[in-house]
């Protein structure tokens, strides 16, 4: 049964820093990754979406990477803003006979602090 | 804005009281989804429907009855829930998968449930 895990669950950063947030998965099997913002209360917001036979995907200061083999993916934000707090969902679609479905992380909560 | 609205965004209900929540897409999409958010847990995913056809119902419980008379809306039709069913219901769209494919999944804001 797909699992996927998000470290850390929360993160607190001064505006300005790069950060890094994890996610691991532990079926190789999928379709893609995508990860998602969302805002207190809100509905989710797709970011970037990494087909399995890629590798990476950007987007502005978004940058994400995808390691099959090790079932690993990591959301880099370069120079952060106070804007950038939300939580910061990864979620993979296993490759499963006749659905299509996606597995969701709990998140990383992240704050930037201005 | 995303293309998916949902109504009500917030919703107070007793345990006896039947109650429906409203997903409507405007992206010609053929694909939507119901997702449960409780706390401190992953976003589950409830149902999914394909060109109005249920294609997974994932062991929900009975008192959730899902509804999709077209492409473009989606019901969930809630009666006799327990406060456990508290929780953030989101809806979502998407095209129709393709042959060895899954495409992006577009959100809707949700609706705050809380049942006393």
């Known amino acids: 049964k797909q699992e996927v895990t998000q470290i850390p669950a929360a993160l607190s950063v001064p505006e300005g820093e790069n950060l890094v947030l994890n996610c691991s998965f532990t079926?190789?099997?999928?379709?893609?990754l995508q990860w998602f913002r969302q805002d207190p209360g809100k509905g989710l917001t797709s970011l970037l979406l990494?087909?399995?036979?890629?590798r990476e995907q950007t987007s502005g200061r978004l940058n994400a990477s995808l390691d099959k083999s090790s079932g690993r993916s990591t959301l880099y934000i370069a120079a952060s803003q106070p804007g950038d707090s939300a939580t910061y969902l990864c979620?993979?679609?296993?490759?499963?006979?006749?659905?299509?479905?996606?597995?969701f992380g709990t998140g990383t909560r992240l704050k930037v602090l201005a | 804005e995303t293309g998916v609205t949902q109504t009500p965004r917030h919703l107070v209900m007793g345990m006896t009281n039947k109650k429906s929540l409203k997903c409507e897409q405007h992206?010609?999409?053929?694909?939507m989804y119901w997702y449960k958010q409780s706390a401190k847990k992953p976003l589950e995913l409830m149902f999914v429907?394909?060109?109005?056809?249920?294609?997974e119902n994932n062991s929900v419980p009975s008192r959730f009855s899902p509804e999709c008379p077209n492409s473009s809306h989606l019901f969930l039709h809630l009666h006799t829930l327990q406060p456990e069913d508290s929780a953030l219901y989101l809806c979502?769209?998407?095209?129709?998968?393709?042959?060895?494919?899954?495409?992006?999944?577009?959100f809707g804001p949700g609706t705050r449930l809380t049942v006393l």
């Open positions: 979502a769209s998407s095209h129709s998968p393709g042959q060895g494919s899954i495409d992006t999944q577009y």
């Open positions: 079926d190789s099997a999928i379709y893609n």
């Open positions: 990494i087909q399995s036979s890629q």
């Open positions: 979620a993979v679609a296993p490759i499963t006979s006749g659905t299509y479905k996606y597995i």
């Open positions: 992206l010609g999409h053929n694909a």
């Open positions: 429907y394909n060109f109005k056809e249920q294609t």
